[in-house]
């Protein structure tokens, strides 16, 4: 099995060679990238070019490791108990399985995405090596040890908010999404928006890639935030002569609440915009 990627995403060479080479080595691949580079979409669609199905584990800073392979609860046991329900003499009824063990015990080989693993205390990565190295886990309250039937592709996406532990990189294959350029972004463009405008696109492209390159830019907007713009501006018919506006004066682009998503940056393109007016 090969990805080379899918009609709805566009991968780069690199990447496929990235994905190609954590399948092979049945290792964990391991994604960075600015937000808004495909991180996740990636896990989806190598699914859907492998034809596998997709388990989602989505990370939040409140998520511990145990929690992918089960979660045992016991309050609820004892409340039933005190109640004589028949139920709570099985303690397999109070174990809710976690998304490993749902890949683990998946009939067909699957994709399994573990999503912002950054976003986790820093001892969650560690604390899934063993897991993740052995492909088993042990059930202390059935006595049970969970294999897996065939080893999960793993995806892991990582917005590089913490460092991530070395024991645990070592176990990856690692692959850093470069922001797209700007010949990748009109690839890319083209599947979102098979009937657009090219000269709409190169222009548009030209303000995005600019805007992104000001100095003292707080969050540089993502890909999926140039696709939100792109689609405004067809739906608002925006003039390609506004587009192309090069006074200094107007420096912050039409519909610009797609691009700019915090108001500092707004803020800079209005003092930009009033020092070029001063001086002008």
Same mark, same amino acid.
């Given at each position: 099995m090969k990805f080379e990627g899918?009609?709805?995403?566009?991968?780069?060479?690199?990447?496929?060679?990235?994905?190609?080479?954590a399948v092979t080595l049945e290792r964990p691949l391991l994604v960075k990238g600015e937000p808004g580079t495909g991180k996740t979409v990636l896990a989806e669609e190598v699914a859907k070019a492998l034809g596998m199905p997709l388990i989602t584990w989505h990370v939040k800073s409140t998520t511990k490791a145990a929690q992918?392979?089960?979660?045992?609860?016991?309050?609820?046991?004892?409340?039933?108990?005190?109640?004589?329900e028949e139920r709570a003499t099985d303690v397999s009824n109070y174990i809710k399985q976690g998304?490993?063990?749902?890949?683990?015990?998946?009939?067909?080989r699957p994709v399994l995405l573990i999503d912002e693993i950054d976003k986790a205390d820093i001892e969650f990565p560690n604390d899934l090596l063993q897991e993740l190295d052995r492909m088993e886990f042990?059930?202390? +309250?059935?006595?049970?040890?969970?294999?897996?039937?065939?080893?999960?592709?793993?995806?892991?996406?990582?917005?590089?908010?913490?460092?991530?532990?070395?024991?645990?990189?070592?176990?990856?294959?690692?692959?850093?999404?470069?922001?797209?350029?700007? +010949?990748?972004?009109?690839?890319?463009?083209?599947?979102?928006?098979?009937s657009i405008k090219q000269d709409l696109v190169r222009d548009a492209l030209t303000r995005f890639y600019a805007l992104r390159e000001t100095p003292g830019l707080k969050k540089k907007p993502s890909t999926s935030e140039l696709l939100d713009w792109l689609k405004l501006l067809m739906v608002e018919d925006v003039d390609l002569a506004t587009l192309r506006e090069q006074d200094p004066r107007k420096a912050i682009p039409p519909l610009h609440g797609a691009l700019l998503k915090n108001?500092?940056?707004?803020?800079?393109? +209005?003092?930009?915009?009033?020092?070029?007016r001063r001086q002008g």
């Open positions: 899918t009609k709805d995403y566009v991968a780069t060479d690199d990447l496929k060679v990235a994905v190609n080479a992918g392979l089960y979660e045992y609860d016991a309050v609820a046991r004892l409340r039933d108990s005190q109640l004589g998304k490993l063990w749902e890949a683990f015990t998946s009939e067909e042990f059930v202390y +309250e059935t006595g049970e040890t969970v294999r897996a039937r065939q080893r999960p592709v793993i995806v892991i996406t990582s917005n590089n908010e913490k460092e991530l532990p070395d024991a645990f990189l070592r176990r990856c294959f690692f692959h850093y999404i470069q922001f797209p350029g700007e +010949e990748t972004m009109k690839d890319i463009v083209d599947v979102h928006f098979p108001e500092q940056d707004v803020h800079l393109f +209005e003092r930009l915009a009033f020092l070029a």
